[in-house]
C-alpha cells in the first residue's frame, strides 16, 4: 500500500518530524527493508531505534520513533508497535476485496499456505510470510500488500484472550477459518475449553454478510456456528459438511488424493505436501476459494504443487536413502499425534521420531507422556530432546543416537518452534540451517525487534 507520511502522523497520533513524503508499505527488519518503506523499530530483545540510521542508509522514506527524531522523516509516537497497528487499521479501508482470517491450535500456517496457493491460481492474492501472524506481522502483511490484490489471506495467532480480537480489530476479516482446537498454548487460557473461547474470537468478529468456515469434525468448532451472525459453510468428512471430504487414498510418502463434494461442483484433489490431516486443511482452503468465487478446478489443481512454509512436513532423503520428516516447526498433541501418523504411512522398516518439549500446554507431563504411548503403539522408537517430561532419558545428541540410518529407516523430528530442533533434521541430511530462517511464531514468542 502506498501513503504519506502526514497520514501516518494522523493516524498514529504522531508529529511528523522533517518533510512529507510518499511511502510505500512497512519493514520491522532494517535487513529486509525495501527502498521507499517505512521503518518500524520494535522494542523488544533489542531497540529497533538502534538501527534507524541503517534503515535511512538503505532507503527508508520515514520512521517511527518513540524517541526524538534522528534526521530524515519522522513519526514520534508513544509506542512503535501500537502506532504499526493503528496505521494499519486506518489503512485497511484502502482494500476492499475479501479478507480471509485464519486461526486454530494447529493447521492455521498449512491452511493459510493452501488457500493461498489455490486462490492463486485465478484470483491476485496476498498472504502472511511464513508465520507472521500477530500483532507486529499482521498490520504488516496488510500494509505490504500490492495494490492490485484481489483476496488476502492473514493467518491470526493468539497466546491468551482478546489477542484475536484485537488482531480482527485491525484486519476487520469477512470470511473467518477456524481449524482445529487443540491443547496449545491452553495453560494460559484455563484448558482446552478457554483455547476454543480464545479461537472462537475470529467469527464473533465477522459482520452479518461474512462467512464463518468452520472445521465439521472437531465438535468445538462445530459449535462456533451458534457465535456469529454470518453464513456457516463446514468442511470435513462429516456427512452434513458443506465441503465433505471423501476417498482419501495416501501414497508412498503420505500425500493425499481425495474427492472433496462441494456447493460449487465435486473435483478430485492429489496434495503435494504429506500428511493424512493435510486433507482437512486442503478442504478448508477449497471451501475458501467456493466462498470467495474463485475457479474452484483450479485451485484444486494448485494444490498438487504447494509449497507449505518451512519445517512443516517437509519429507527429504540422506544421502544413504533415509526418509526425514522435518515438521519441527511446532507442537502440540494434537499435531504430534499427525505428524506420527504421517510417519507410520511412510513405507520403512525402521521409524525414529526425535521429539522435544511441546510448550505451553495444559497438564505437560500427562501430556508428553501420552504422546509417547501413541508413538509406542506404533512401533515408533522415541527420542527426547531437551526435556524429561516424556518419561524418558533425553539424549544430548540425537544423530550420533540414531546412528547409520540407510533406506528403510524413516525418522520425524518435531517439537515447539522455541526447541530449535530444525537443527537436528538438518544435521541427518547434512545440511547447514539458517538461524533466521524463519520467524518464531505469535504463539511461542512474543514480536521481536529488528537485529543486524
Given at each position: 500500500?502506498?501513503f504519506?507520511?502526514?497520514?501516518?502522523a494522523?493516524?498514529t497520533?504522531?508529529?511528523?518530524?522533517?518533510?512529507?513524503?510518499?511511502?510505500?508499505?512497512?519493514s520491522?527488519?532494517?535487513?529486509a527493508l525495501?527502498?521507499?518503506?517505512?521503518?518500524?523499530?520494535?522494542?523488544?530483545d533489542?531497540?529497533?531505534?538502534e538501527?534507524?540510521?541503517?534503515?535511512?542508509?538503505?532507503?527508508?522514506?520515514?520512521?517511527?520513533?518513540?524517541?526524538?527524531?534522528?534526521?530524515?522523516?519522522?513519526?514520534?509516537?508513544?509506542?512503535t508497535?501500537?502506532?504499526?497497528?493503528?496505521?494499519?487499521?486506518?489503512?485497511?479501508h484502502?482494500?476492499?476485496?475479501?479478507?480471509?482470517?485464519v486461526?486454530?491450535?494447529?493447521?492455521?500456517t498449512?491452511?493459510?499456505?493452501?488457500?493461498?496457493?489455490?486462490?492463486?491460481a485465478?484470483?491476485?492474492?496476498?498472504?502472511?510470510?511464513?508465520?507472521?501472524?500477530?500483532e507486529q506481522g499482521?498490520?504488516?502483511?496488510?500494509?505490504?500488500?500490492?495494490?492490485?490484490?484481489?483476496?488476502?489471506?492473514?493467518?491470526m495467532?493468539?497466546?491468551?484472550?482478546?489477542?484475536i480480537?484485537?488482531?480482527?480489530?485491525?484486519?476487520?476479516?469477512?470470511?473467518?477459518?477456524?481449524?482445529?482446537?487443540?491443547?496449545?498454548?491452553?495453560?494460559?487460557?484455563?484448558?482446552?475449553?478457554?483455547?476454543?473461547?480464545?479461537?472462537?474470537?475470529?467469527v464473533?468478529?465477522l459482520?452479518?454478510?461474512?462467512?464463518?468456515?468452520?472445521n465439521?469434525d472437531?465438535?468445538?468448532?462445530?459449535?462456533?456456528?451458534?457465535?456469529?451472525?454470518?453464513?456457516?459453510?463446514q468442511?470435513?468428512?462429516?456427512?452434513d459438511?458443506?465441503?465433505?471430504?471423501?476417498?482419501?487414498?495416501?501414497?508412498?510418502?503420505?500425500?493425499?488424493?481425495?474427492?472433496?463434494?462441494?456447493?460449487?461442483?465435486?473435483?478430485?484433489?492429489?496434495?503435494g505436501?504429506?500428511?493424512?490431516h493435510?486433507?482437512h486443511?486442503?478442504?478448508?482452503?477449497?471451501?475458501v476459494?467456493?466462498?470467495?468465487?474463485?475457479?474452484?478446478?483450479?485451485?484444486?489443481?494448485?494444490?498438487?504443487?504447494?509449497?507449505?512454509?518451512a519445517?512443516?512436513?517437509?519429507?527429504?532423503r540422506?544421502?544413504?536413502?533415509a526418509l526425514?520428516l522435518?515438521?519441527?516447526?511446532?507442537?502440540?498433541p494434537?499435531s504430534?499425534?499427525?505428524?506420527?501418523?504421517?510417519?507410520?504411512?511412510?513405507?520403512a522398516?525402521r521409524r525414529f521420531?526425535?521429539?522435544?518439549?511441546?510448550?505451553e500446554?495444559?497438564?505437560?507431563p500427562?501430556?508428553?507422556?501420552?504422546?509417547?504411548?501413541?508413538?509406542?503403539?506404533?512401533e515408533?522408537e522415541?527420542?527426547?530432546?531437551?526435556?524429561?517430561?516424556?518419561?524418558?532419558?533425553?539424549?544430548?545428541?540425537?544423530?550420533?543416537?540414531?546412528g547409520?540410518?540407510?533406506?528403510?529407516d524413516?525418522?520425524?523430528?518435531?517439537?515447539s518452534r522455541?526447541?530449535g530442533?530444525e537443527?537436528?533434521a538438518a544435521?541427518?541430511?547434512?545440511q547447514?540451517?539458517?538461524?533466521?530462517?524463519?520467524a518464531?511464531p505469535?504463539?511461542?514468542?512474543?514480536?521481536?525487534g529488528?537485529?543486524?
Open positions: 500500500m502506498r504519506e507520511a502526514i497520514e501516518v494522523t493516524a497520533g504522531g508529529r511528523l518530524v522533517g518533510p512529507n513524503v510518499a511511502i510505500d508499505g512497512v520491522f527488519d532494517s535487513r525495501q527502498s521507499g518503506q517505512l521503518f518500524v523499530p520494535i522494542v523488544a533489542r531497540d529497533g531505534h538501527f534507524i540510521v541503517g534503515a535511512l542508509d538503505r532507503g527508508a522514506a520515514a520512521y517511527l520513533t518513540a524517541q526524538p527524531a534522528r534526521g530524515g522523516t519522522a513519526i514520534e509516537v508513544d509506542d508497535l501500537h502506532a504499526l497497528m493503528r496505521l494499519a487499521a486506518a489503512q485497511r484502502r482494500y476492499e476485496g475479501p479478507l480471509v482470517g486461526t486454530g491450535s494447529v493447521g492455521k498449512s491452511t493459510k499456505d493452501l488457500a493461498w496457493a489455490a486462490l492463486g485465478s484470483r491476485r492474492t496476498w498472504a502472511n510470510e511464513r508465520s507472521f501472524n500477530n499482521l498490520p504488516t502483511t496488510l500494509l505490504n500488500a500490492p495494490a492490485d490484490t484481489e483476496v488476502m489471506v492473514l493467518e495467532g493468539m497466546r491468551g484472550f482478546g489477542e480480537r484485537a488482531l480482527c480489530d485491525i484486519a476487520r476479516p469477512t470470511i473467518g477459518v477456524i481449524t482445529r482446537v487443540a491443547e496449545a498454548h491452553s495453560d494460559r487460557v484455563g484448558g482446552i475449553d478457554g483455547v476454543a473461547r480464545a479461537k472462537a474470537e475470529l464473533q468478529a459482520p452479518a454478510d461474512g462467512i464463518a468456515v468452520l465439521a472437531d465438535h468445538r468448532v462445530r459449535a462456533m456456528r451458534s457465535l456469529t451472525a454470518a453464513t456457516v459453510l468442511y470435513g468428512e462429516a456427512d459438511a458443506d465441503v465433505r471430504v471423501a476417498d482419501v487414498v495416501l501414497d508412498e510418502q503420505a500425500r493425499a488424493t481425495f474427492t472433496a463434494h462441494t456447493p460449487w461442483g465435486e473435483v478430485r484433489v492429489r496434495l505436501v504429506s500428511g493424512r493435510m486433507v486443511n486442503a478442504a478448508a482452503a477449497l471451501t476459494v467456493g466462498a470467495v468465487g474463485a475457479d474452484l478446478s483450479a485451485g484444486a489443481a494448485a494444490l498438487a504443487d504447494v509449497g507449505l512454509t519445517m512443516r512436513m517437509e519429507i527429504t540422506t544421502a544413504a536413502g526425514v522435518n515438521d519441527s516447526y511446532n507442537a502440540n494434537t504430534m499425534r499427525a505428524a506420527i501418523d504421517a510417519l507410520v504411512a511412510l513405507p522398516g521420531a526425535v521429539l522435544g518439549l511441546m510448550a500446554i495444559a497438564d505437560a500427562q501430556e508428553h507422556r501420552a504422546v509417547l504411548r501413541y508413538a509406542l503403539d506404533r515408533v522415541v527420542l527426547a530432546v531437551g526435556t524429561d517430561l516424556y518419561g524418558i532419558t533425553p539424549v544430548t545428541d540425537p544423530v550420533a543416537e540414531l547409520s540410518l540407510a533406506g528403510g524413516a525418522v520425524l523430528v518435531k517439537g522455541v526447541v530442533l537443527r537436528v544435521a541427518l541430511l547434512g547447514p540451517v539458517d538461524p533466521h530462517q524463519v518464531v505469535a504463539e511461542e514468542q512474543r514480536p521481536q529488528t537485529t543486524e
